[in-house]
């Protein structure tokens, strides 16, 4: 396994364990975080042994967002010309969305465990992964407003289509701190638990459980339902329809209907 300076990258029973391993900066964002977390994901969409993803942060906090000194650090990179600072600030911008675009594209599903504070970039982060869980201490804000500037990562784009633009509208306009319980009622999150160590056990059994189904399967599903942000319900069942003239050849199909019959747990090869 890669070593990483940002993170910290496990593979158990099929399940990536990507660990934000920065717990003395509060897991902030920085310079090598947003490169590694691509590298990551290439390699986790590279292995098939790997079917499910948790991301979690190390320590008491899930992140804090962008680290400030990197931002510091582009600022001193500009000049006077105002054309030339456009062009290296979009560029930046660009290749920090990929990042999360890396998460948002991934074949697997990507569960986010996410305890204490989950503030501005750490919300585009985890708007990218299907399912939210949190800790009864967790609290969201989308800081960027309160920093003079638009959020520009991926909360504005994703957020919507997860708690409804009303909601967020508010929470993007204000800046302000959205408890756990907030976060279940609004559908930030599917599910609070007690502490962090019942956050993390409750979200490897999710993990677990979706590791176990035909992973043909499961990938089919999370590409249909990413495929239907963007189309008409039309489109999608025609992509369906070609998607599974293939996939509905697959050994996996007979392994699953054999376990039914049987009532027994089918075993799928990756």
Known sequence: MTEYTAFKVELTDNIAHVQINRPDKINAMNAAFWEELVEIFQWIDDTDAVRVVVISGAGKHFSSGIDLTMLATLAQQLGKDVGRNARVMRR?????QGSFNAVDNCRKPVLAAIQGYCIGGAIDMVSACDMRYCAADAQFSIKEIDMGMAADVGTLQRLPRIIGDGIMRELAYTGRRVDAQEALRIGLVNRVYDDQAALLDGVFAIAREIAAKSPIAVAGTKEMISYMRDHRIDDGLEYIAT????????????????????????????
């Open 92 to 96: 930046t911008i660009l290749r920090l």
């Open 243 to 270: 998607w599974n003239a293939a996939m509905l050849q697959s050994e996996d199909l007979r392994v699953a209907m054999a376990a039914h019959m049987s009532k027994q747990q089918p075993t799928f090869a990756d």
